[in-house]
């Protein structure tokens, strides 16, 4: 039957080698050709050594479908195949072209980046009003909460004895000037130039304590709110030179103390704009700016940050002190210092940062 065959398919020599090992045969290796004699003894040991190779590449596949695994991948196989005979070359170029539109669009269409973070209402100015020369206070005409202007008096100190000096002053004054006009009009020179010495030294005299008895009145130096408890049971209280009376606070600009984690000190700019909501106006947003960058990290929970201050109008005074909130910081960079990033950039910078620490450690 093999002769029928070699002869109706026009062939003149075969050649046949058995694909078997110590476990049995597992196939034939045959060849065909025109010529009888058509392979030198050369190639028949090459055939040989492929024939073995066969063999055991045979034998390795027959074990692999013996593994569980394999048998468990197999209908996953199956269908990924059935799956790329039944999509043709068009549809596969269909989906190459919109994934390279959605990468070409994720790196080329302008997104503004922002950096949220916690946030703290503090004062954007705070002023301690101070006793620059001592003594008792004698009247407190603020309490806590109450608003002042720049100048409203906040406290009377004891200057009795200021006021008298200051009297007594004056009363010399006037009779050194009295001296110093009969003097000139004798035309007596000695006389006129003692009075005129004793005037410039009664009015040096006078000078100095009405400096004295304007500090002994405490007042504003900003306009503001009285923030020190209890400030009306002071009365009485006696303050050294340098002693703290009450501390004042600016109501119409707040500040916020914000943590920047470090990962993201570099988009920080001093003057981009800050949106903040506090938890108690969550309704309201309160537009400011960045003021400064800290030049220090600080550390908390075990990562590394740093404070950002911005300001912020506070109209109607609604924001106070202590006050806590979420921020929105406009990043800077970006596309000609616009704080405009690549979609792409914005929204996958964590991970792939993420994925980059990661890889980092193993590259050359």
């Not at 070359?89 to 190459?96: E, G, K, S």
């Not at 400011?288 to 109008?313: C, K, M, P, W, Y």
């Not at 109607?316 to 002190?321: K, L, V």
Request: aromatic share 8%; proline share 5%.
């Amino acid at each position: 039957m093999l002769l029928h065959f070699l002869e109706a398919q026009g062939y003149a020599g075969f050649y046949a080698l058995p694909l078997r090992d110590d476990q049995g045969t597992v196939g034939i290796l045959a060849l065909l050709s025109g010529e009888a004699e058509f392979l030198s003894e050369s190639q028949r040991e090459t055939l040989a050594i492929l024939a073995n190779q066969t063999t055991v590449a045979i034998r390795n596949a027959q074990l692999y479908q013996q593994v569980p695994l394999a048998g468990l991948l197999h209908p996953f196989a199956a269908k990924k195949k059935k799956l790329l005979e039944a999509l043709p070359f068009a549809r596969w170029w269909d989906y190459a072209w919109k994934a390279g539109l959605v990468a070409a669009a994720l790196v080329v269409l302008p997104w503004p980046m922002r950096v949220s973070t916690d946030s703290t209402v503090v004062p954007a100015e705070r002023r301690v009003v101070t006793a620059h020369t001592g003594g008792i206070v004698q009247r407190v005409f603020v309490r806590e909460g109450d608003p002042v202007t720049r100048g409203q008096m906040l406290a009377q100190l004891d200057d009795g004895e200021d006021r008298v000096k200051l009297s007594r002053a004056e009363t010399e004054l006037a009779l050194a000037r009295r001296d110093l006009a009969e003097a000139e009009f004798r035309r007596d020179l000695t006389t006129s130039a003692q009075a005129r010495l004793r005037s410039s030294l009664h009015q040096a005299e006078i000078d100095l304590e009405r400096e004295r008895v304007g500090q002994a009145q405490l007042r504003a130096p900003i306009d503001g709110v009285v923030v020190t408890p209890k400030v009306e049971e002071k009365t009485g209280v006696m303050l050294q030179p340098g002693d703290a009376f009450c501390e004042l606070v600016d109501q119409q600009r707040m500040a916020v103390d914000m943590t920047v984690p470090e990962t993201d000190l570099a988009l920080m700019r001093p003057g981009k704009h800050v949106s903040l909501k506090l938890n108690a106006f969550p309704t309201v947003t309160f537009a400011g700016t960045v003021e400064r960058i800290g030049a220090r990290a600080r550390s908390s929970e075990g990562e590394q940050f740093f404070l950002v201050r911005a300001v912020f109008e506070n109209a109607g005074g609604r924001a106070r002190d202590g006050m806590v909130g979420r921020v929105r910081i406009r990043a800077g960079g970006g596309w000609f210092g616009s704080g405009w990033y690549p979609v792409g950039y914005v929204f996958l910078r964590t991970p792939f940062r993420w994925a980059w620490e990661k890889v980092w450690i193993w590259l050359p």
